[in-house]
């Protein structure tokens, strides 16, 4: 037998299956799918060093293993957390969990504002569906929300620091991806923020992800801005010869025109390829791009909810022809 032979047995809220070893719990989730899946909001498969920072996807592990059957005396990160053979976890059926997850989403909002209609990220924002399936209607939080100094980041990408919850991916993405990262996490406690130390502009060829791993608005793309509600658009999957990326991308059109271009996600709301800012920034002309089809979006969306409808309401378009 080698060591590929051996899969270790898990229990995921009663299913059973089978992962190799040194599966995380919640990929293993993933792997059976819908409701027993914990939501995600900072970790990120194809970021090294993502996750354990946003406590989203803390699950019950109600049997350790089966040489060690004890509990674990606390819920765990499930994207951090090994799976061990004859495992028991409880996600969706535990009272203690979705509790807990109310307590995280809360705390995730205690300095976010509510501010989704105007927000670009509306519609396609991690935390709006996670408040919406685990938040509550009302607050505890009475004291003064923090603010900060707005910094300009160059002329592709907006922050908004106040809707950021530090989980880092933005982080990872300019370390792993581009040649020399601009920007990190700045200060310790309630002053941490996301900044460039000494103003700066990023503008490395492939840092234009950083708004597709941005799992809030706080990241949002400059040239499209304000220009209509993703849930007016028709995302379609669409090619281009690119010398610097795959040019795998999906466009995202009002009638004829390309109002966004961003990477193709999974289910999970993942990058599957990431694309340069020259595919994502500069190619807005429908000539530019090889038009596939439309793009089914299997994550629960409103944007799949309206069916991309033919004729959006025109005086939320604003495209900029210049
Ligand atoms: S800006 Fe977005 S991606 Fe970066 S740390 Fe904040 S929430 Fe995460
Ligand atoms: S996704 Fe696990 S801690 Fe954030």
Redo the contacts with the bound molecule.
């Keep these: 037998m080698t060591d590929s032979d051996i899969k270790f047995k898990i229990i995921i809220d009663g299913i059973q299956l089978e992962v190799d070893p040194g599966t995380t719990i919640l990929n293993a989730a993933r792997l059976i799918g819908g409701e027993a899946v914990p939501p995600a909001m900072?970790y990120y498969s194809s970021l090294d060093g993502s996750g354990g920072k946003c406590r989203t996807c803390l699950v019950e592990v109600v049997k350790g293993s089966e040489k060690d059957p004890r509990p674990m005396p606390k819920l765990v990160a499930s994207c951090m957390t090994l799976v061990a053979d004859g495992m028991e976890v409880n996600n969706k059926i535990s009272e203690k969990v979705l509790e807990a997850r109310a307590g995280v989403v809360e705390f995730l909002l205690i300095n976010h504002p509510l501010d989704c209609p105007i927000c670009d990220q509306a519609g396609e924002c991690d935390l709006q569906n996670l408040a919406y399936a685990h938040g509550k209607s009302n607050t505890r939080y009475d004291f003064e929300r923090r603010t900060f100094d707005k910094i300009d980041i160059g002329e592709y990408i907006k922050?908004h620091?106040t809707?950021?919850?530090?989980?880092?991916?933005?982080?990872y993405?300019a370390n792993q991806l581009t040649d020399k990262r601009e920007h990190g996490?700045l200060m310790r406690g309630d002053a941490t923020e996301?900044g460039t130390f000494i103003e700066k502009n990023l503008k490395n060829d492939f840092i234009g992800n950083?708004i597709d791993?941005?799992?809030?608005g706080?990241?949002t793309d400059k040239t499209f801005r304000f220009k209509s509600r993703v849930w007016y658009t028709k995302p379609m999957d669409a090619h281009r010869n690119c010398s610097c990326c795959k040019g795998k991308a999906v466009v995202w059109m009002i009638g004829d025109e390309i109002a966004r271009v961003t990477a193709r996600k999974d289910q999970y709301g993942e990058v599957k390829e990431f694309i340069c800012n020259e595919c994502r920034f500069e190619k807005k002309d429908k000539f530019d791009w090889t038009i596939e089809g439309p793009r089914n979006i299997d994550r629960s969306s409103v944007i799949s909810a309206n069916h991309y409808l033919e004729d959006a309401p025109k005086h939320t378009i604003l495209l900029n022809k210049a």
Excluded at 213 to 216: A, D, I, L, Q, S
């Design positions: 900072c922050l620091m809707r950021c919850i530090l989980c880092y991916r933005c982080v993405v996490i996301i950083v791993v941005c799992p809030v706080a990241l």
